[in-house]
């Protein structure tokens, strides 16, 4: 058996042969039913035999799998000039892109970056913030109610409140993070990320809030000239407000954010003497600004879970 086994040079023939020995109706199988009438050197000398011819049948096998990785290796040939397999590596998501770059510049002008709760109380995502119980933000369709009277955060102007009430004035701050409305459109989403920066100090006026908008603006979209139309707006927050617009692609005009100058009651709110101190606030979505800058037709794909989009767009 032993020399059967030794000479077989296929595994098909091997494979065969094992079967015909340890199989269910196999030869040794048969043997080593019969153990119970042997005595004790013939139950050894049994056992030795199966342990062998196992390792037998186990040791030809690896030689015929070598032996035919072998002979198709050698049938091959390997091209080292061909160009490798493609590699897929990932890439930050547009919107981590914008904000990361977004952080960077605001940063740069000297905010600093703060963050918040997204669950806010009534004090600091409306009262703070000179919001009347009356005033349409607090309907209950734009805001997400919690049934203990806390909102989903609807601005990260909350974020303002509670730097001023931690750190004081002089400040000059940005806060970022995700708001939630009841909004669901082509340029609106219930969930987006917001930006808002402040800056509180004696002698802050207007022309140094559109200065540090045309410096970010232009930063961001790499644009040298930003042209800028400036609105008469209105948020229970600043006074005055405006609305700024950017030229965009030729003669069009698109409305990239909200500011104005910080209303007196939320200094007080917030334990700021009016008389003393003043200053400016603006917010925008970063995800809008990442559909401009990526030129991205629907700002509810960048919510989605398709590497497919991604790819499309280059990232």
Request: aromatic content about 10%; charged content about 25%.
């Amino acid at each position: 058996m032993q020399e059967q086994i030794r000479n077989i040079n296929t595994l098909e023939e091997l494979q065969a042969l094992y079967a015909a020995t340890f199989g269910k109706t196999g030869t040794m199988t048969a043997r080593l039913k019969q153990m119970k009438d042997m005595d004790n050197a013939a139950r050894a000398a049994l056992n030795a035999e199966n342990t062998e011819l196992r390792a037998l049948f186990k040791t030809r096998q690896s030689e015929l799998e070598h032996a035919a990785l072998m002979s198709k290796l050698a049938g091959e040939s390997l091209d080292a000039t061909l160009d490798g397999m493609p590699e897929n590596r990932g890439t930050l998501h547009p919107l981590t892109q914008a904000l990361v770059e977004v952080s960077g510049i605001l940063e740069s002008f000297g905010y600093t970056m703060h963050t918040g709760p997204e669950v806010e109380d009534d004090w600091h995502n409306f009262t703070a913030l000179n919001t009347p119980a009356h005033h349409p933000a607090r309907d209950m369709q734009d805001t997400f109610f919690l049934p203990n009277g806390n909102v989903m955060r609807t601005q990260t102007s909350a974020i303002q409140i509670r730097a001023m009430e931690e750190s004081g004035v002089p400040i000059k701050m940005f806060g970022v993070g995700s708001t939630y409305r009841k909004e669901m459109d082509a340029t609106h989403g219930p969930m987006f990320g917001q930006i808002e920066g402040l800056y509180i100090d004696k002698d802050i006026t207007m022309a140094d809030l559109i200065g540090d908008i045309r410096a970010f603006l232009g930063r961001f979209f790499e644009i040298d000239n930003v042209e800028l139309r400036i609105r008469p707006s209105y948020f229970p927050f600043t006074d005055p407000s405006i609305e700024i617009d950017m030229k965009w692609k030729g003669d069009k005009w698109l409305e990239i954010m909200g500011a104005g100058m910080v209303h007196p009651n939320v200094l007080r709110n917030c334990g700021v003497n009016p008389d003393e101190y003043q200053g400016f606030a603006f917010g925008f979505g970063w995800d809008r600004l990442a559909m401009l800058k990526y030129g991205l037709p629907d700002l509810r794909e960048l919510y989605g879970n398709d590497v497919r989009w991604l790819r499309k767009y280059g990232f």
